[in-house]
């Protein structure tokens, strides 16, 4: 069946590093591919997605790109925060398809 | 704020017993999605409705059974619970059914079963 795999957590960083979160995925057709984002406490927020191949979705500064023939969907970020502390999923849904498919989840922590 | 609200935010109960979990959609969302996180399973997806109808099942367990009412809210119901079901429970929200719509999830309902 289809799944989603995410690199491990947590991810620590210092202010201003370079952010890569590795998300690879197994699906049968074309599914859409997202990001989720999880702050403490809180329900999850979509912060990007992408709907074909080598689409790239990007919002606040994060950036993915849809890569077919690597079923990845890597998540970016330049400089990161110490407000981007969270729990990011990545997740697909198969086209038309009413499942939403989540990796585990890796917690990002960003130190001051 | 997503404009999803779910009762209780939390819920303390004992093994057998039986709760019901209710989500409020985003003003005029007619789809609403029921997932499960747990730390051993991570968050599962549990059903989705659309404007009253079941659309998908996911890995939902047999003493777990969901509605969609004609106002569009929607409740979960837990019977016979285990230790294993204490988790956090999210009911999330979308304009339409399938595909790439956004999802808006609520902040969901903290289940502890003693």
């Known amino acids: 069946g289809d799944s989603v795999t995410q690199m491990e957590g947590p991810v620590t960083l210092s202010e201003e590093a370079f952010l890569t979160i590795n998300c690879t995925y197994t699906?049968?057709?074309?599914?859409?591919l997202f990001w989720y984002v999880q702050y403490p406490g809180e329900g999850l927020q979509l912060l990007l997605k992408?709907?074909?191949?080598?689409d790239k979705g990007s919002n606040k500064g994060f950036e993915a790109t849809y890569r077919k023939e690597t079923t990845s969907f890597h998540l970016e970020k330049g400089s990161v925060q110490v407000s981007d502390s969270a729990v990011y999923f990545c997740?697909?849904?198969?086209?038309?398809?009413?499942?939403?498919?989540f990796g585990a989840g890796t917690r990002l922590f960003v130190k001051a | 704020d997503s404009g999803v609200t779910q009762t209780p935010k939390h819920l303390i109960t004992a093994t057998g017993q039986r709760v019901t979990l209710r989500c409020s959609p985003r003003?005029?969302?007619?789809?609403v999605y029921w997932y499960q996180q747990s730390l051993d399973q991570g968050l599962q997806f549990l059903i989705h409705y659309y404007n009253g109808e079941e659309r998908a099942k996911g890995n939902i367990l047999e003493r777990f059974s969901a509605q969609q009412f004609p106002d569009l809210h929607s409740e979960l119901n837990l019977s016979s619970l285990e230790l294993g079901d204490s988790a956090l429970y999210f009911c999330?929200?979308?304009?339409?059914?399938?595909?790439?719509?956004?999802?808006?999830f609520g902040p969901g309902t903290r289940l502890t079963v003693l």
């Open positions: 003003s005029g969302d007619l789809s």
């Open positions: 999330a929200s979308s304009r339409t059914s399938g595909g790439a719509y956004e999802q808006f």
């Open positions: 997740a697909l849904v198969q086209g038309g398809g009413f499942k939403t498919i």
């Open positions: 699906a049968t057709g074309y599914p859409s």
């Open positions: 992408a709907t074909k191949a080598d």
